[in-house]
């Protein structure tokens, strides 16, 4: 049976699942007439093709780095403002994991019955509906409504982008590209810390709203994933959207011919359930891809970036808004290292410097925390402590911008085998969400606690990750997606 064939038989269920954004004709068009166009065009250069489509939905986790940077430059104003305790602002941190959550049950389900366009589409609204409530609260009811809006669109950003962009990439640009994710999330954080120096908390929260304003217009402008358009039936549209992400003049049928076999043979079965995962055959994929994302975020590392000023502060460094930017700067400059190296070195070696570097930091940070409880502020040794605390936390965060942050998305994106991706992949994202909820709610009052006593949990758990990196991860650089899900089972 041809794939055509076979995707006649659902035919039906085909229909009920078109691109909720039409792709266009326009690079259908530019694909037959391909023999006409210059040489020139910026279109015939596959990598700026590809590209452009990246920076396009890299918009989505910039929006979801600045909901996450929000917290730390707006605590001490939004407390002032509407009189809230420690508790009730932790509430209005971890709402957005909340939220999150909520988006990434939906979010698989959202992307393969839509499309990845069409489900950015949908996450953009309530993002920017998010940020207005916040910037007009009076109360907190405006105040928490507003972070679960933003939350519900970045759970299902979190999802959508890494697969949108692991599906169009080529595989000798999966992992750099893929790394544009968290790249994107650092300068997103980096622009929250930045902007809130110098604006208050309203004007930032008017500002949130940017980056999914300009969003829903340019998704128009760049076409759906040829996956998730192969294995819904649409074969014109499927061979035309490769064809323009690798350029008009580049032979695709190897590259068509993978993709139709793999789609092929997913399509035998009927629809995913919750029950099928249970088969041997998804165990390691749903593992590692499940794993990596938990593991991601027990490190504590929101925990650090939305609490960065207040950390910074009870460590003695007088400027903790400057020393917060900095540090997102800094997470930036990583995270933009491990872009840049995920396809030369792989994803494994770079996960297991990252959690052995972010292990070593945080028993630096953890040390410095425990012997100024047993000096006297005055003293020079306090100081050095303060000093070396905030080496640490740069330590960190560097470790996990080098691998632990982007590289678990990539996976999960490379690694899920297609028929499943909807589904294991919403509990995938819903698992890093519920960890990063559980980590945000936590961290101040452990905080309050102890800040040594925080740190030495976090780093533990670093130690956890390490030992599952280096058992079970797989490498998956210079291999097909189709290669990747073959091997898996």
């Known amino acids: 049976m041809s794939f055509r064939d076979e995707n006649e038989d659902g035919r039906s269920d085909s229909h009920l699942k078109k691109p909720f954004l039409h792709t266009g004709s326009w690079y259908r068009m530019g694909s037959r007439q391909s023999s006409m166009m210059s040489s020139s065009q910026m279109i015939r250069d596959r990598s700026v093709s590809v590209l452009a489509c990246v920076l396009i939905v890299a918009l989505g986790p910039i929006q979801f780095g600045f909901t996450g940077g929000y917290s730390s430059p707006t605590q001490a104003a939004i407390t002032r403002d509407l009189n809230l305790t420690v508790s009730e602002f932790s509430v209005f941190g971890s709402l957005s994991n909340v939220g999150a959550m909520v988006g990434a049950i939906a979010s698989g389900q ?5 499309g990845r366009k069409g489900s950015l589409m949908i996450a953009a609204i309530p993002n920017i509906i998010g940020w207005l409530c916040i910037s007009f609260a009076n109360e907190t009811s405006f105040l928490y409504m507003g972070r679960l809006l933003e939350g519900f669109g970045v759970g299902i950003i979190s999802y959508t982008v890494p697969v949108y962009i692991a599906e169009i990439a080529p595989q000798n640009m999966r992992g750099g590209l893929g790394s544009v994710t968290q790249l994107s999330v650092s300068i997103g954080i980096m622009l929250a810390y930045l902007l809130g120096l110098f604006a208050s908390w309203r004007i930032l929260a008017i500002l949130g709203t940017l980056p999914c304003l300009i969003l829903i217009p340019a998704l128009f402008f760049i076409p759906e994933s040829p996956r998730w358009l192969a294995k819904m039936g649409m074969t014109d549209d499927f061979e035309a959207s490769l064809q323009v992400l690798r350029g008009f003049d580049t032979d695709i049928t190897v590259e068509v011919n993978e993709i139709k076999r793999s789609v092929a043979s997913s399509n035998r079965r009927a629809a995913i359930r919750f029950s099928d995962l249970k088969q041997r ?17 027990i490190s504590g590392i929101n925990g650090v970036l939305f609490y960065a000023s207040n950390i910074f502060r009870s460590a003695g460094i007088s400027n903790s808004d400057a020393a917060t930017l900095a540090l997102g700067a800094t997470q930036v400059i990583a995270t933009g290292v491990a872009t840049w190296l995920v396809d030369k070195t792989g994803r494994r070696i770079l996960l297991t410097v990252s959690s052995a570097g972010m292990t070593l930091s945080l028993v630096v ?27 640490g936390v740069v330590g960190m965060v560097i470790g996990f911008s080098l691998g632990m942050g982007p590289i678990p998305w990539v996976i999960m994106s490379e690694i899920l085998p297609v028929n499943i991706k909807g589904l294991a992949g919403s509990i995938a994202t819903l698992g890093n969400w519920f960890t990063s909820w559980v980590i945000t709610m936590t961290a101040p009052l452990l905080l309050a606690w102890s800040g040594g006593g925080t740190f030495t949990l976090y780093m533990l758990l670093c130690v956890a990750t390490l030992a599952f990196v280096f058992i079970w991860v797989p490498e998956t650089k210079g291999k097909s997606l189709e290669e990747i899900q073959f091997s898996m089972r």
């Open 110 to 114: 959202i992307a393969e019955y839509i």
């Open 281 to 297: 055959r998804y165990w390691f994929p749903l593992m590692i891809g499940i794993g990596l994302l938990v593991l991601q975020q």
């Open 365 to 391: 940070v953890a040390v410095s925390f425990f012997v100024k409880d047993f000096v006297e502020d005055s003293s020079s040794l306090y100081t050095a402590m303060g000093i070396l605390s905030v080496v």
